[in-house]
């Protein structure tokens, strides 16, 4: 668990140095997709069962990716972490891409592959041009790290609305190009229900502009109100992946999936109906604790999972 072999914005022109990786570019992350395509005939059979950086955020990254092999995790997905002492977002549209490579390349030492990471926003408020050009970023540090897909949270200002989905719009073809799906998350603001989310990828209308669900959020941005089971027929047939979140009143989403009140055998059992069959169920938030019993809570996590998709079809 000490294990420290740390591609650090420090170290990583001292990599670049020994193994010339820059020239290698964007298709950094080809072994990692490969892996990622062929796991559907693993034991989950089409679930890619994972977990987000996210619960061990204030640890170097490496040391996060350590924890998340050592909880018996295939699949991680890229989310807040620590970079040389910074606490921050570990892939946005203003991270160096050669940082995003160092990102996947310490993922596949580790035997991780990336189906998901959380971008952070984009610069609409600037220009269209701008969020465009962030948007594409975005896409090419997902490319580096051999991630397939990308998570963005929407913007809760109504004057921003129409250039941010343009933004993504514009870049729905690039990212195809690069093997990146796109996706909306329930995230509060105009799309913190499935309905909102629904409206907004059929007005992006394009088949790689999808939904990424996330049921501890329903609740937390309804403050309890609106439960997932009731919520999810809204995204029948748009789910490409989910956020495993659980909620506990009033608005904790700390906790470990199975242990607070999202029916996730009603959400899962809806999804399915609405053709969600298969894909990315990546554990977002666990119950806080010290890095070893963040881990044990990792693994009981992912035994539910295991547990839940093996009695789904």
Known sequence: MQKKNALTRRSFLGQLGKGGALAMGLSAGIGARAQYEAAGAESNGPWQIGIYTRPW?????????????????????????TVDGDQTLLITHETQVEMAQAIGEACEERGLVVPSVY?????????????????????????AAGATGLVMGGTG???????????????CDYAAEHNVGLSVK????????????????NN????NFRIWYDPG???????????PVDDAPDVNGLVAGMSVKDYVHPRDV?????????????????LWEGGFTGGPLIVET????????????????????????????
């Open 57 to 81: 955020a204030h640890e170097e990254y490496p040391a996060a990716l350590d924890a998340i092999a050592e909880a018996g995790y295939q699949y991680v997905g890229i989310m807040n972490g």
């Open 119 to 143: 971008g952070g926003g984009i610069p609409v408020a600037e220009s269209l041009e701008a969020g465009i050009e962030a948007m594409r970023r975005l896409v090419d540090n997902c490319a």
């Open 157 to 171: 200002d109504p004057d921003l609305h129409d250039a941010y989905y343009e933004a993504i719009a514009e870049t």
């Open 186 to 201: 329930p995230h509060g603001g105009l799309n913190a229900t499935g309905a909102e989310c629904r409206d907004i990828v």
């Open 204 to 207: 992006v209308g394009h088949d």
């Open 217 to 227: 959020n329903i609740f937390f941005y309804s403050d309890g109100e609106l439960d």
């Open 254 to 270: 700390n906790v470990t999936p199975g242990t607070g009140q999202v029916d996730f055998e009603a959400v899962m059992n809806r």
């Open 286 to 313: 666990l119950a806080s604790g010290t890095t070893e019993e963040t881990i044990e809570e990792a693994r009981t996590a992912r035994a539910f999972l295991e547990e839940l998709t093996a009695g789904l079809g």
